[in-house]
């Protein structure tokens, strides 16, 4: 239900941004999230918003990645600057809100000169 866009391949210190469009019925209630997993690791929170605009971000990302939503569009964006060769995985798009817990599928990201 959740439509993930935007990965691929990016320099050290350059920019991607990712998108991912929900359903109106859950982007309306739902903390919206980016998660990712590299090979080997566990699948980890990068940051999330709710509907009130709060943000949390991982300690790896604060300063370099920043997640904003558009109602309008009922869309979570993952704007990332800055990137580093440890950002390397597969992001995920998750909600969570009373209706459950849903995750799209997943968008490769790649940081390599």
């Known amino acids: 239900q959740l439509q993930a866009s935007g990965g691929g391949l990016a320099q050290p210190g350059g920019s991607l941004r990712l998108s991912c469009v929900a359903p109106?019925?859950?982007?309306?209630?739902?903390?919206m999230g980016w998660y990712r997993q590299a090979p080997g690791n566990q699948r980890e929170l990068v940051a999330h918003?709710?509907?009130?605009?709060?943000?949390d971000y991982a300690d790896s990302v604060k300063g370099r990645f920043t997640i904003a939503r558009d109602s309008a569009k009922a869309t979570v964006y993952l704007q990332m600057d800055s990137l580093k060769p440890e950002d390397t995985a597969v992001y995920y798009c998750?909600?969570?809100?009373?209706?459950?817990?849903?995750w799209g599928h997943g968008t490769l990201v790649t940081v390599s000169s």
């Open positions: 998750n909600s969570r809100s009373a209706d459950g817990v849903f």
């Open positions: 109106r019925r859950i982007f309306a209630v739902a903390l």
């Open positions: 918003m709710s509907m009130s605009g709060t943000t």
